[in-house]
């Protein structure tokens, strides 16, 4: 940062003001003295200000000035040497901090003190005044010194926590030098302590400034977050706050690719846009790393601040952003949390968006709102974990079967399984309920495995009926790369005796992507195996186009948000038909979920679609529901019983 000079003032300029104050100082002397005076106070004061900012504000908070408990080492040893480093710049000479019951909690190491307690007329008048001055009762190199005493709060909610005693060097000692005696340098020095002041207080901004900011992007920074908490006090019960985390995706590569300097230049292209797609009223800080966070002080609902994000969110990717002549992708996950519904303070709001933040890693849905289904530390949570564990050992989950039809001749050859949990006080729960919680938890593994075995089962018994309708099962993320999958799978098979063609696995494309290479090699196992592998929800991802013709899969199923309102929106028709050519390119057979229509199913099998499931055809039901379902189309012919 350049530093900016005073300009020097002309001798004859210089001249006429001598001359001035020499005559003035003869009729106002003592109302001068008592100007320099107020002048030395008002600079204590803020010089005291700034040195509890930088030494105290970001070291002492309320939970070491509530209670009787010393203050702990490490924060009395960084308290030291702040101190230590403000002395040698000479903005102090001594600091104490005292409860608020008048108990002395921390003086520096440089001048220790015999006092335990703060004098009673010094709790009296830091009762009455926030701040105020008081001669010094010590010298520091033969020059007086002044006690500065400061309420102290901690936590910002207007009400004094402690006070901070900082002994600071005598201004007025200083600058009102053989005032009586020569009036003339009383004025000169007057001036000389005026422009000081001027200057102490400018820097002091720029420190305050410095402290609340990002020194990369210009962005505010933590602290600024955190200051923000002020004006989310005094709201009613219907206003709504929110706090959108966001984090880069793949920021890591581009460091270890480019370089850290790269990297710097990312991020600064990133605050640029990012602060450029919220409402001026909205904070934009830069939290560290990768990670920035916006506060919106005032919104609608979830919903609204769900759009900000989605906003955001698309804009980083539809971003050109250029480092060293290298075009980048950028995509980012987010996590919202609402103010009061899920805290009712800032720290409490940067938790809970961190958790729907790594939720929506995770599970690679962009963005997440937090709710306690993600949250594996909500009481309630922990409680459902422990039951979805007893469920999985005692037989307390269900399957549910979806059929799945050829488009050409309307003929059930395969099922997809659902899993479903009979919870004994809530009833049946749908997978949204658990799933969630079994992915952060880790539960996902013994869960997917329970699934398994069981279709596999119940598919054997269709087979021996004569029906052999394949099953396919959903494989998670984590199940996909974070276990020994072909092996779970062929042992499953040769306990159960279901032929591997009769079995399908539905992976997504964010598992594929997680981990591509290791993705690629599962999938080569089990191709191996004899087990077909779709691509689930397909189009909902980041698929590389040049990763697909290379991964061992047979089918994709083209998401339901393309096919439900594909007669209804050109946008999502052109997205349905460009899958289905591209699939019939790669030689891969097209599934198309969410089928709800006969106009959609037409138009499907017009498209050359080869296989529909959705609620046009059946919704998914148990075992025993199935079988009736399959002998009734079998009575009526499939040709007219399509529902």
Request: one cysteine or more; glycine letters at 8%; proline letters at 5%.
């Amino acid at each position: 940062m350049t530093r900016r000079h005073l300009r020097p003032v002309p001798g004859w300029l210089l001249g006429v003001a001598v001359a001035a104050v020499v005559l003035a100082s003869a009729l106002v002397g003592q109302q001068l003295a008592s100007h320099v005076e107020q002048r030395a106070v008002r600079q204590a004061g803020l010089t005291a200000q700034t040195v509890v900012a930088m030494a105290v504000e970001q070291t002492v908070t309320v939970d070491h000035l509530d209670g009787a408990q010393p203050l702990p080492t490490s924060v009395a040893a960084a308290l030291d040497r702040n101190v230590e480093v403000l002395a040698q710049r000479g903005l102090l000479y001594g600091l104490e901090v005292w409860r608020s019951d008048g108990v002395l909690l921390f003086a520096d190491a440089g001048h220790p003190t015999t006092e335990t307690r703060m004098p009673l007329r010094e709790q009296q008048r830091t009762a009455a005044e926030s701040t105020f001055l008081q001669p010094g009762d010590r010298t520091v190199g033969g020059q007086d010194t002044v006690e500065v005493f400061l309420s102290y709060d901690a936590d910002h909610d207007g009400s004094a926590d402690g006070t901070v005693e900082v002994v600071l060097p005598s201004v007025r000692a200083e600058v009102t030098h053989d005032i009586v005696k020569l009036y003339v340098a009383l004025g000169l020095a007057t001036f000389l302590v005026g422009t000081a002041l001027v200057q102490t207080n400018r820097r002091a901004r720029i420190r305050q400034a410095e402290a609340l900011r990002d020194p990369l992007t210009g962005l505010g920074n933590r602290m600024a977050l955190r200051r923000a908490e002020g004006s989310l006090r005094g709201r009613t019960e219907s206003d709504r706050a929110a706090l959108i985390l966001f984090d880069l995706d793949r920021f890591k590569a581009v460091n270890d690719t480019l370089g850290h300097q790269a990297g710097d230049a990312l991020l600064v292209q990133v605050a640029e846009v990012l602060t450029s797609l919220v409402s001026p009223t909205d904070l934009v800080v830069r939290l560290g790393g990768d990670e920035f966070a916006v506060l919106i002080p005032d919104v609608p609902n979830a919903e609204a601040a769900l759009t900000t994000a989605r906003t955001v969110i698309d804009g980083l990717h539809q971003g050109a952003f250029a480092v060293q002549g290298v075009l980048l992708d950028v995509r980012a996950s987010a996590g919202v949390a609402m103010l009061p519904d899920d805290a009712t303070d800032v720290a409490g709001l940067l938790q809970r968006a961190d958790i729907a933040m790594y939720a929506a890693k995770r599970l690679g849905a962009g963005v997440v709102p937090y709710s306690c289904e993600v949250d594996p530390h909500d009481v309630d949570q922990l409680q459902l974990l422990a039951e979805l564990r007893y469920a999985i050992d005692h037989d307390e989950l269900v399957l549910h079967y979806q059929p799945k039809a050829e488009l050409d001749s309307s003929e059930v050859l395969s099922v997809e399984a659902l899993v479903r949990w009979v919870h004994p006080r809530h009833g049946l729960l749908q997978p949204g309920a658990f799933i969630p919680m079994a992915e952060v938890t880790g539960l996902i593994q013994p869960l997917t495995a329970w699934v398994l075995e069981q279709a596999c089962r119940q598919a054997a018994l269709w087979r021996s009926a004569g029906r052999p309708l394949a099953v396919a099962v959903n494989i998670s993320p984590r199940s996909l790369v974070g276990g020994d999958l072909p092996t779970i799978v062929l042992d499953t098979l040769t306990r159960t005796g279901l032929p591997a063609h009769l079995l399908e696995l539905e992976i997504t494309e964010t598992a594929v992507m997680a981990d591509p290479a290791g993705a690629t090699a599962v999938l080569q196992q089990l191709d191996a195996m004899g087990i077909r592998v779709s691509l689930d929800d397909f189009g909902t991802g980041y698929t590389s186009m040049a990763l697909l013709p290379s991964l061992p899969v047979h089918a994709l199923k083209i998401d339901r948000t393309f096919i439900t309102g594909m007669l209804g929106a050109q946008q999502d028709a052109a997205v349905a038909e460009s899958l289905l050519t591209l699939a019939h390119r790669f030689g891969l057979r097209v599934v198309a979920e969410g089928v709800e229509t006969l106009d959609v199913w037409d138009r499907l099998r017009e498209l050359g679609c080869e296989q529909a499931q959705g609620f046009y055809l059946a919704r998914p039901m148990p075992a025993d529901t199935l079988d009736s379902w399959l002998q009734q189309r079998t009575s009526v012919g499939a040709s007219s019983a399509r529902v």
